[in-house]
């Protein structure tokens, strides 16, 4: 990647729904662009001693997404490909300050695949609101992830490999061109 003219080379940050790929493609996109990989839930995690389903389980939704919002404004990365929680995109700080220093890419997942890929949401950290079922999440969190991004990578039908690699060239070219 070129590095601009301040001599950074900028982040790339992953958003998508749940199991979208964000830490699996995420790992392999910061390989291909030679980049660190930043996994946001490991942070919020270290920092709070705690894993997010307890973190959910003692704070509530609305508790956990303060959290995750601070740590998500707070960071200071360069080089590095990010990869946050799916509910990020509720915190409006934590969402202009990762426009601010990355290229935002949504990860686009149809609902079959989620729901194949996901398992057992409580387990997996998911945010679910009482009575929410993974259908209305989809359908509530789309048009932020759309609002949000400045590249959308569809991963229909790719395997995780070739959706790095093809990612990895639309980053190359999407960075040359800002």
């Known amino acids: 990647m070129k590095e601009n003219e301040k001599g950074k080379r900028g982040n790339v940050t992953l958003i998508g ?3 979208s790929g964000k830490s699996t493609l995420g790992r392999l996109l910061a390989e291909a662009l030679d980049y660190e990989f930043v996994d946001v839930d490991r942070i919020i995690e270290a920092e709070e001693k705690r894993l ?7 704070e509530g939704d609305d508790g956990f997404m303060e959290i995750e919002n601070r740590i998500n404004a707070g960071l200071k990365l360069d080089g590095c490909v990010i990869a946050p929680g799916g509910s990020v995109i509720y915190g409006s700080e934590a969402m202009d300050h990762l426009k601010e220093i990355s290229t935002v890419v ?8 989620m729901e194949r890929r996901i398992g057992n949401p409580v387990e997996r950290g998911v945010v679910l609101k009482n009575g929410m079922t993974l259908k209305k999440l989809y359908d509530e969190r789309t048009p932020y992830y759309e609002r949000y991004a400045d590249v959308t990578l569809d991963e229909s039908g790719k395997t995780l490999e070739e959706s790095a690699m093809l990612l990895a060239d639309i980053i190359k070219n999407f960075t040359k061109e800002k």
Do not use: F, G
């Open 17 to 19: 729904m749940p199991a």
């Open 52 to 58: 997010l389903r307890e973190i959910i389980a003692d």
């Open 106 to 113: 949504y990860l686009k997942l149809s609902l079959k695949e």
